[in-house]
T-cell receptor, first 112, second 113 residues
Framework: SQQGEEDPQALSIQEGENATMNCSYKTSINNLQWYRQNSGRGLVHLILIRSNEREKHSGRLRVTLDTSKKSSSLLITASRAADTASYFCATDLIQGAQKLVFGQGTRLTINP | AAGVIQSPRHLIKEKRETATLKCYPIPRHDTVYWYQQGPGQDPQFLISFYEKMQSDKGSIPDRFSAQQFSDYHSELNMSSLELGDSALYFC????????????FGPGTRLTVL
């Protein structure tokens, strides 16, 4: 992706542990969204954080946004086997575009 | 709650054939987006429509065209299909172009043989 870079590309942890994924972007944004995708399936919206927000929670998910560093992180606490999926960040750019620009994704594997 | 509907879910075509993908947005959503996701890749924006007018264009080949109809559903028409067009095609909808979430459909898996 030209806009987003995700880190790490793959992450494997034990069930119950926390998983942290990072996303960096290049240009100013309106908001940043995180999506989950099970293998070859649809994209499920997880959380949206606006450019004037710094942190947001939803259940076991915690998202932070640092616009000065142009980065975001997604933390999944108390991971479960069902959390195994690819996670993408996507940015909604300020400059007139309505499209989402996706990062390359992090492939998360939760080992039972 | 109603979600974005895409049809067909799977489509197999030969090279040089045409394909039409359909998308029905969430009720009262006026903006539709199309994305293409190749194998092992992140989704790439193709085109979007707001109130039946094209609002943004991404890396959509000239062989592809799309439109949004009066009932807000959208169709992506793909002609002279190539092997490289094999991908997952997602449609998403939103009710506000810049401040709201884009909700994705389940996708259409297109295989070009």
């Amino acid at each position: 992706s030209q806009q987003g870079e995700e880190d790490p590309q793959a992450l494997s942890i034990q069930e119950g542990e926390n998983a942290t994924m990072n996303c960096s972007y290049k240009t100013s944004i309106n908001n940043l969204q995180w999506y989950r995708q099970n293998s070859g399936r649809g994209l499920v919206h997880l959380i949206l954080i606006r450019s004037n927000e710094r942190e947001k929670h939803s259940g076991r998910l915690r998202v932070t946004l640092d616009t000065s560093k142009k980065s975001s992180s997604l933390l999944i606490t108390a991971s479960r086997a069902a959390d195994t999926a690819s996670y993408f960040c996507a940015t909604d750019l300020i400059q007139g575009a309505q499209k989402l620009v996706f990062g390359q994704g992090t492939r998360l594997t939760i080992n039972p | 709650a109603a979600g974005v509907i895409q049809s067909p879910r799977h489509l197999i075509k030969e090279k040089r054939e045409t394909a039409t993908l359909k998308c029905y947005p969430i009720p009262r959503h006026d903006t539709v987006y199309w994305y293409q996701q190749g194998p092992g890749q992140d989704p790439q924006f193709l085109i979007s429509f707001y109130e039946k007018m094209q609002s943004d264009k991404g890396s959509i080949p000239d062989r592809f065209s799309a439109q949004q109809f009066s009932d807000y559903h959208s169709e992506l028409n793909m002609s002279s299909l190539e092997l490289g067009d094999s991908a997952l095609y997602f449609c998403a909808s939103s009710s506000d172009t810049h401040t709201d979430t884009q909700y994705f459909g389940p996708g259409t898996r297109l295989t070009v043989l």
